[in-house]
């Protein structure tokens, strides 16, 4: 079921767009048939989750952490991790640089933006990420690339917001890729989750992060 499930949104995106399977809560074993299924990209939410789930796994997944990251916390997931969705300060962002430095790595990167119309989601203003984008300190960070940005849309049925808030992010995609930075190279627009991906997809998603859909509801 997972296997005709995973085929059935890749053929959906239809290439526009790449799967990352969210996997947080959800045993290795479901992995692992996501894995057959042809998943190859595992978004998680908690650092100690994903550090206990990765060597677990074939050494080809590509790991994306997708929750808040406390800067204490970085120095876990730098060995692997393959990008980090969720960067909203400056300072997070010298942390990954320094524990990347520290396995002599570059760590890619998104900017979390803050879209949705609810207090409870992280996230900096377009004014917030457009200062970070181009603070001096950036270009002493050679072990980061900033590659792009994420935002989690209003948790809403509202399909008209979410589009709105979709494109807006689009929008701001568009204006900061055209900064020449050393370490900031635009190619990925992280939008959509399992009940909004569609909409994601038609306004310029190039990942989604699809947990639910997939694997069924929380535990």
Known sequence: MIADTIHQIETELAGRAQLIAVTKTKPVELLREAYDAGCRKFGENKVQE??????QLPADVKW??????????????APFVALIHS?????????????????????????QIYIADEETKFGL???EAET?????TLESLENVRIVGL???????DNDDQIRREFRGLKQLYDTLA????????????????????????EEGS??????????GSRN
């Open 132 to 136: 970070l984008l181009n603070d001096p």
């Open 64 to 77: 994306h952490l997708i929750g808040h990251l406390q800067t204490n916390k970085v120095k876990y997931i």
């Open 178 to 201: 055209a900064l020449n930075r050393k370490n900031v190279q635009f190619s990925e627009l992280s939008m959509g989750m399992s009940g909004d991906y569609h909409i994601a997809v």
């Open 150 to 156: 994420m935002g989690l849309a209003t948790n809403t």
């Open 50 to 55: 994903m550090t206990e789930k990765q060597p």
């Open 87 to 111: 960067v909203d300060s400056l300072k997070l962002l010298q942390e990954i640089n320094k524990q990347a430095a520290k396995n002599n790595r570059t760590i890619d990167c998104l900017l």
């Open 206 to 215: 190039t990942l989604v992060r699809v947990g639910s859909a997939i694997f």
């Open 125 to 127: 203003s377009a004014q």
